[in-house]
């Protein structure tokens, strides 16, 4: 019994840590491109607003601001940045929101004997309560109360 109840422990510890990292990695993708967005947004209004604003009517600085605008509105870097940040925002947002079966799926792999089974039990009774309140409504506020 012993060798098989591990093997079982660990597959629903699995099976948990696999749930919370999808749902991590799905809601960073969806970050990933706002934050890309937004960095893009912010660089172009910053840029168009420098442009437009100009301190001297030299013409040389006026050419000095197109190139500058330009460079800016075409860097790279910059929305690589903004989509970093933003993966990160959701993976770490996500992984906070399910931090219970997380500790849950943990306590099942690597925990002892008895620190398995409450694991498992545990990530059990979570899934159940998460069934009945997002796919059933059991115990979940909506906006209109």
């Known amino acids: ?18 749930f919370a990292t999808y749902d991590a990695l799905g ?37 000095m601001q197109s190139k500058v605008a330009e460079f800016r509105s075409s860097n790279p870097i910059i929305p690589f940045v903004g989509k970093f940040k933003g993966y990160m925002k959701g993976f770490l947002q996500s992984a906070g929101e399910n ?13 002892g004997q008895k620190a398995r ?14 069934v009945l309140k997002e796919g059933f409504g059991i115990g979940k506020t909506t906006p209109v109360d």
């Open 1 to 18: 019994m012993g060798i098989a109840s591990t093997l079982m422990y660990k597959t629903i510890g699995i099976a948990g840590l696999s």
């Open 27 to 63: 809601k960073a993708a969806v970050f990933s491109k706002v934050g890309e967005q937004t960095a893009t947004a912010d660089t172009f209004e910053s840029t168009i607003a420098a442009k437009r604003t100009m301190s001297t009517s030299s013409g040389t600085t006026n050419v």
């Open 99 to 111: 931090i219970i079966p997380i500790v849950f799926s943990g306590m099942a792999l690597a925990g």
């Open 117 to 130: 089974k409450a694991g498992a039990i545990g990530l059990g009774g979570y899934s159940i309560y998460m």
